[in-house]
């Protein structure tokens, strides 16, 4: 039992350094920033009025607890604050605290600001949210429960901050990977059990729905006999995606692969958000470990970290 009890603690809180934490922080900056930008001009238009009440209508049926820009608007006009200084206040917000991730600038608050706020805003604006608001909601509740600040933030290296508990580095980035797996392999599985994947009918159609058609559809034509080749890899690579993801002999492969498949997802669709968020948890959670830095300064012995868990 006690065997047992060991090996799941060295599988759960395996020892490990801070790196993919700052990836996973700059990455969701630079994530947080552009989306903020992106809907600099239509933030107001899609976030007020008929269409957010419509949106969380539909959002209370679910749950009255779930976060959403109306609970702040019925406080602003309780307190005489016009709508569209909040609205605007909610987007500088966002977009501050995505700067304040990219540099590591008070990244605790950063991270607990960009995930509220978005979670808000993608709730609220129900209608026009998709995958990537769900991954970036994802990323940015683990970064917030990581131990932060990394080696790399501005908060280590000028004001001078520690994590309280580096131990946990390990877990959460396990946590990370165990739910991509689950993410991939269910996403594989159903494209698995359809012929539109098989056939590559179902590339074809993703490829000419509006408004991801960024390709002429005569082009595509012209390639259609590459539909079920792309299909086909789509499937195996996503099904395959927690077997092979976690051996050392084939995770650069498959990390390489999936992150060229979302690149190819950006180009020819044009869901470059979808596809800057996927490629950063996957850096995230399945770089190796110990890439080079220049400070000479070790953050944490990595032979000492699963003891000290294992005793606690």
């Known amino acids: 039992m006690e065997a047992f009890r ?23 900056g630079v994530e947080v920033m552009l989306y903020s930008l992106s809907l600099r001009t239509d933030w107001t ?3 007020s009025g008929t269409i957010r009440r419509l949106a969380e209508a539909l959002l209370s049926l679910e749950s009255h607890f779930i976060p959403r820009l109306g609970w702040f608007a019925a406080l602003a006009a309780q307190l005489g604050v016009d709508e569209n200084l909040l609205l605007f206040t909610a987007w500088a917000s966002l977009l501050v605290a995505g700067c304040g991730l990219f540099i590591g600038l008070v990244s605790r608050v950063s991270a607990i600001v960009a995930w509220f706020v978005h979670l808000c805003a993608a709730k609220s604006g129900g ?3 998709y995958g990537m608001d769900n991954f970036v909601t994802i990323g940015l509740f683990y970064l917030m429960l990581s131990p932060l600040p990394d080696q790399f933030s501005l908060d280590w290296r000028l004001r001078d901050l520690r994590p309280k508990d580096p131990q946990f580095l390990g877990f959460w980035r396990r946590v990370l990977q165990l739910h991509l797996c689950v993410v991939y392999f269910f996403s594989g599985l159903a494209k698995c059990l359809g012929s539109g994947w098989w056939n590559g009918s179902s590339v074809w159609r993703a490829l000419i729905r509006p408004p991801f058609n960024a390709i002429d559809p005569e082009i595509l034509v012209r390639g259609k006999y590459l ?4 299909g086909i890899l789509i499937c195996v690579l996503e099904f395959g995606y927690p077997f092979f993801i976690w051996s050392a002999r084939t995770r650069k492969v498959w990390l390489v692969s999936v992150c060229a498949m979302h690149v190819a997802i950006a180009v020819t669709m044009g869901m470059y958000l979808f596809s800057l968020v996927m490629i950063v948890l996957n850096l995230a959670a399945f770089t190796p470990a110990g890439f080079p830095c220049r400070t000479n300064r070790s953050v944490y012995n990595r032979r000492e970290l699963l003891p000290d868990v294992m005793s606690s």
């Open 127 to 129: 209608f026009m949210s």
């Open 45 to 47: 238009y899609l976030l």
């Open 6 to 28: 060991k090996r799941l603690l060295e599988f759960l809180i395996p020892p490990e350094t801070d790196h993919w934490l700052a990836i996973l922080r700059v990455g969701l």
């Open 227 to 230: 539909f079920p080749i792309a």
